[in-house]
């Protein structure tokens, strides 16, 4: 049952009431059961510039786009660094847990990294149902400070001035390549009703552009002025009259003008307004005479939501040219709230967003132990979360300490995790400062936030197609890494029905053995596999009768990557300074210190020593016995004689080959692949690099057919056999699993390191933590060592609560000798 309720404006001038009918808590709770299942993810990294061969840390948020709160959804994120050329240059398999997960890239030269522009995309294969409205995108600075720097950016051959509004796409063209857009409040102009038309101007690069200008009628009488007032945005008032165009003269910084039609006048029509007053919201629907005339008493619906949530809804006749009512915002969650008007047929008449801003009542602080250290002394830092209660918040933290390298950084500029799942991920393009509009420090934030959402306000999101979300959801949700195919058979493609497959995964000495058999089209699934890094996959399959037969078709294991659209756009003078002066900075640094690149305490990558010799690797954990040939070693006639010379207490002739201990023959491979006696009878001794015998527990991995042992045979590059004939039965190939995170490497100078005593430590990110949670205290203590440069230091907090609450905070101290 519906509530109504009375919203009553008493000002110094009447002002009709309204009454809408509120949906209620039982209606919208049930909608939220219905609605699709939308993920949004946000990505915290280290710091927005790095120099080439330094690593970029992150920590990704996974959530339920409806209401923020970390979602246990898909398991698999896919992140990507794409090149100013708009190429993807590496791809992270990230895992998801709760909704969390982080990972990094080293920005090594061998990835093709030049300074310049880059974009960090992430997505889930479950997002790219609906398109490219929840991808998570953006820009990194790649500087390189000791090299000579040829900063790349996307140019686009044929810009053009293009100066255009959204109803007719008027165009004038001019080398100035000013993009200037007009934007009526509700969506259109309407004939003798007062509106506010905003406005945003842009260059070819999409940033914002000042202009001032006049509005002229049909007669070229001049009506009102206009300025841009903040990132090239504005509004003016406009009441068009009877029969009349408009059309604007702008002039531009550069003192270049342009003559830009207005959006057409509609004679009959309804548009809707939000205005602020004492700090209320006040919704006006107006309309004129003429639509009145036509359509007395008209029923007009009123539908509020927030991310596709309805918490507002009501119907009224409309009886007069203007009717007001408060929007209730204390029933709506913090976020960009879309207001539609809609008429008795259901057809939407005008719309308009709206912000809406909350008191959480939650205190989250950060406080050093000191507000200067000396070079290379410890930091306590001290993380306080509580809600206004005083009880511990349950959240989610990522943190990380940079060297500001001489350099004020305007948090304005960049993207935090409030700016991004509040604003940024419900607005289409890019947003100029996003940061700018949740900074309390500037006055009219929430002004210029309104003038945004006027003009760069989606039109076609997603969010404006639901419920019918749910009919393309093509991609399916991964729950984790699914190796999927058929079996056919050898002759034609006729599928092999009750095959047993067998699959074994040989990853970091841990082994996991599978089994499926395949149904009436031959398909097999191993689905929601967990498995990091690079792993060995065996494949074998047999029929009902235990013989090997059948061929291996299998499916791709991950999905073609998303088109990409980026394009790295030339930075405005003052971004392109900041960035100069950095280099400048970080290449003074590094001569103060009197240290090459090379001779830099950065990040400390491990890896294993490369071998001298060509010896492949074991692929199946311990042999309990090996032989690798030498070069001045004994020569053998055949491969018979080799096994029996070569390993211990195996029996072997042209017919076959067991341990001593068994009565069957154990399990041959060569190169990963099962084989016969008239394959292995076929490979050259001079071929054969290493191999291994495993006749103990160890033969397990192989299932049933390790039950006699098993005898591995590694070639020279990979041969295998020299015969035509080929195994179809049987794959051994690499496969990739979630990418193997490393640790942050933070120096412990309480106990000295002699490999690191003639190295400068002049680290860029001193400390990065992607997983933080207050105890049950709403405390948490963290602690890490500074450089050894005379800098400050810039702390940068983000996180979210269990609840859905993004957190950003920021803190600095110095370090100073």
């Known amino acids: 049952m519906t509530k109504k309720l009375f919203y009553l404006l008493v000002f110094f001038f009447s002002i009709p009431t309204i009454n809408f009918a509120q949906q209620s808590g039982d209606s919208i709770q049930k909608t939220k059961i219905t609605i699709p299942e939308i993920e949004k993810v946000y990505l915290h990294t280290d710091n927005d510039y790095y120099s080439i061969g330094e690593s970029l840390w992150y920590k990704a948020y996974s959530v339920y786009a409806y209401t923020n709160q970390l979602f246990d959804h898909s398991k698999i994120l896919y992140v990507e660094l794409v090149s100013p050329e708009s190429k993807i240059i590496s791809c992270n398999i990230t895992n998801l847990e709760g909704g969390l997960g982080h990972g990094d890239f080293i920005l090594a030269d061998s990835l093709g990294v030049k300074p310049g522009t880059y974009q960090l995309r992430a997505y889930t294969n479950w997002m790219r149902n609906y398109g490219d409205d929840f991808i998570f995108k953006k820009e990194i600075r790649i500087i390189s400070p000791n090299k000579d720097n040829t900063i790349l950016y996307q140019e686009n051959d044929n810009t053009k001035t293009i100066a255009k509004n959204k109803k007719d796409n008027s165009k004038v063209e001019d080398p100035a390549a000013i993009l200037i857009d007009f934007f009526p409040e509700g969506g259109s102009l309407l004939e003798e009703v007062i509106s ?134 204390e029933n709506f969650p913090e976020g960009i709230a879309q207001v539609t008007l809609y008429d008795k047929l259901s057809r939407p008449q005008s719309e308009r967003l709206v912000y809406i801003e909350k008191n959480n009542d939650i205190t989250v602080s950060l406080s050093t132990d000191k507000k200067q250290y000396i070079p290379k002394e410890k930091v306590n830092l001290n993380l306080s979360a509580k809600d206004k209660q005083g009880n511990p918040l349950i959240a989610n933290f990522s943190i990380a300490a940079t060297d500001t390298n001489g350099i004020n950084e305007n948090f304005d500029n960049t993207l935090d995790i409030c700016s991004y799942f509040l604003m940024a991920s419900d607005i289409r393009g890019k947003v100029h400062k996003p940061n700018y509009y949740f900074n309390h ?147 003074n640094k590094n001569i103060l210190f009197n240290i090459p690149e090379e001779n830099q305490l950065k990040d400390v990558i491990i890896t294993a020593k490369k071998k001298k010799d060509d010896t492949p690797e074991s692929r199946y954990g311990f042999a309990d016995f090996t032989y690798i040939p030498e070069e001045k070693g004994p020569r053998f006639s055949n491969i018979f004689m080799l096994l029996q010379m070569t390993i211990p207490n195996v029996t072997a002739t042209v017919n076959s080959v067991r341990f001593n201990r068994y009565n069957g023959p154990p399990v041959i491979l060569v190169d990963g692949i099962e084989t016969d006696m008239d394959l292995l009878s076929s490979i050259s001794i001079d071929d054969i690099a290493k191999i291994e015998a495993i006749k103990g527990p160890g033969a397990a991995i192989f299932g049933s057919q390790g039950a006699n042992g098993a005898i591995i045979i590694y070639t020279k590059m990979g041969k295998g056999s020299t015969t035509s004939k080929k195994v179809f039965h049987s794959i051994a190939m690499p496969v990739n699993g979630y990418q193997n995170t490393r640790f942050f490497y933070s120096p412990d100078y309480s106990k000295p390191n002699p490999l690191e005593k003639d190295k400068a430590d002049i680290r860029n990110t001193l400390y990065w933590n992607p997983y933080i949670q207050p105890d049950e205290k709403g405390s948490a203590t963290i602690s890490y060592y500074n450089n050894e440069v005379d800098t400050t230091v810039n702390i940068d907090l983000e996180g979210i609560t269990n609840n859905g609450i993004p957190i950003v905070v920021k803190s600095s101290y110095q370090i100073k000798k």
């Not at 049909?218 to 408009?246: A, E, N, R, V, W």
């Not at 969010?463 to 729950?479: A, C, D, G």
């Not at 498995?531 to 037969?549: E, S, Y």
Request: charged fraction near 25%; aromatic fraction near 8%.
């Open 196 to 329: 506010n038309v905003a406005f945003k101007a842009t260059d070819s690069y999409g940033n914002p552009m000042e202009i001032k200008g006049t509005i002229y009628d049909t007669t070229d009488k001049p009506i009102t002025l206009f300025k841009s007032i903040h990132d090239g945005m504005g509004k003016f008032i406009l009441q068009p009259g009877k029969d009349q165009k408009y059309y604007a003269k702008v002039t531009t910084a550069n003192n270049e003008e342009l003559k830009i039609n207005l959006p057409e006048v509609q004679k009959t029509g309804y548009t809707l307004s939000i205005n602020s007053i004492d700090q209320k919201k006040v919704v006006t629907i107006k309309t004129n005479a003429a639509t009145l005339n036509q359509n007395p008493d008209a029923d007009l619906t009123l539908i509020c939501t927030t991310r596709g949530i309805t918490y507002f809804e009501g119907t009224q006749p409309l009886k007069d040219p203007k009717l007001s009512f408060i929007l209730p915002e």
């Open 441 to 587: 420090s500037n006055p009219a934030r929430l002004f210029h936030l309104d003038l945004l959402l006027l003009t760069q306000g989606w039109r076609d999101f997603v969010w404006k197609k639901f419920p019918n979300l749910h009919k393309s959801q093509n991609f399916k949700v991964e729950k984790g890494i699914s190796i999927t195919g058929k079996v056919e058979n050898l002759i034609g493609t006729t599928a092999k029905e009750n095959n047993q497959v067998q699959m074994i995964l040989l990853n970091n000495k841990a082994t996991a053995m599978l089994n499926d058999t395949t149904d009436v089209n031959g398909k097999f699934e191993f689905n929601n596999i967990v498995f990091k890094g690079t792993a060995t996959m065996l494949l074998n399959t047999k029929n009902q009768k235990g013989k090997n037969r059948g061929e291996f078709v299998l499916d791709s294991i991950y999905n073609l990557p998303m088109t990409v659209d980026f394009k790295a756009f030339k930075p405005l003078n003052e971004e392109e300074n900041q960035i100069t002066q950095l280099e400048t900075n970080i290449r």
